[in-house]
Nanobody, 123 residues
Framework: QVQLVESGGGLVQAGGSLRLSCAASGRTFSVYAMGWFRQAPGKERDFVAAISWNAGAIYYADSVKGRFTISRVMAKNTLDLQMNSLKPEDTAVYYC????????????????WGQGTQVTVSS
């Protein structure tokens, strides 16, 4: 069993930065791929970024490439998302996810989800 708790969301002006963190509990954290997804009001939950269990593979949605950076620290059981050059269209609830996935960009491969943290980018 893995429990995920996100933090770091908030209100920021366009062009600003935020760093999201996801704290994971459970001894099997290290074997799972981890991902960030986001959901804007009235829209589906979309893929943002993902990282393999050993950080050997990293994936980003086209909309965030060059602006967001995903990382994980095994020793601390944490997953981070550094978000720079934020845009109003980045406004959403951001979710951390974990699972033994083969297709990193798909929601259905992730077994565990956090409750989400709100990110609001003002123009």
């Amino acid at each position: 069993q893995v429990q995920l708790v996100e933090s770091g969301g908030g209100l920021v002006q366009a062009g600003g930065s935020l760093r999201l963190s996801c704290a994971a509990s459970g001894r099997t954290f290290s074997v799972y791929a981890m991902g960030w997804f986001r959901q804007a009001p009235g829209k589906e939950r979309d893929f943002v970024a993902a990282i393999s269990w050993n950080a050997g593979a990293i994936y980003y949605a086209d909309s965030v490439k060059g602006r967001f950076t995903i990382s994980r620290v095994m020793a601390k059981n944490t997953l981070d998302l550094q978000m720079n050059s934020l845009k109003p269209e980045d406004t959403a609830v951001y979710y951390c996810a974990a699972g033994e996935v083969t297709k990193y960009t798909r929601r259905d491969g992730y077994k565990y989800w956090g409750q989400g943290t709100q990110v609001t980018v003002s123009s």
